[in-house]
């Protein structure tokens, strides 16, 4: 069983940036994607940022070119780079990490979330 720990969260001033990082518990090189979403008081949660093993990424409209997503899997860990961050990018953000295996099972983790608070 793959554990995903998310670090890096905490409270920053508007324009600032974070790093959130997301530290898997076994090896993440078999990981067909890897995402990070969020979820705002009262708003469903969200994807943010996505990746895929062959290192493509993709991102939320909101989010393109301050948020930047990568991966490395020699330290099996995932990160997002936030800058120029908004008020509106207050939520907990998850990471999620999905593999899908050569019989089809598939294997969905998520980590516990770590909050984000930017204030204006």
């Known amino acids: 069983q793959v554990q995903l720990v998310e670090s890096g969260g905490g409270l920053v001033q508007a324009g600032g940036s974070l790093r959130l990082s997301c530290a898997a518990s076994g090896s993440i090189f078999s990981f067909n994607a890897m995402e990070w979403y969020r979820q705002a008081p009262g708003k469903q949660r969200e994807l943010v940022a996505g990746?895929?093993?062959?290192?493509?990424?993709n991102y939320l409209d909101s989010v393109k070119g301050r948020f930047t997503i990568s991966r490395d899997n020699g330290k099996n860990t995932m990160y997002l780079q936030m800058s120029s961050l908004k008020p509106e990018d207050t939520a907990v953000y998850y990471c999620?990490?999905?593999?899908?295996?050569?019989?089809?099972?598939?294997?969905?983790?998520w980590g516990q979330g770590t909050q984000v608070t930017v204030s204006s």
């Open positions: 999620y990490a999905a593999k899908t295996l050569p019989d089809g099972r598939r294997f969905d983790y």
């Open positions: 990746t895929t093993s062959g290192g493509s990424a």
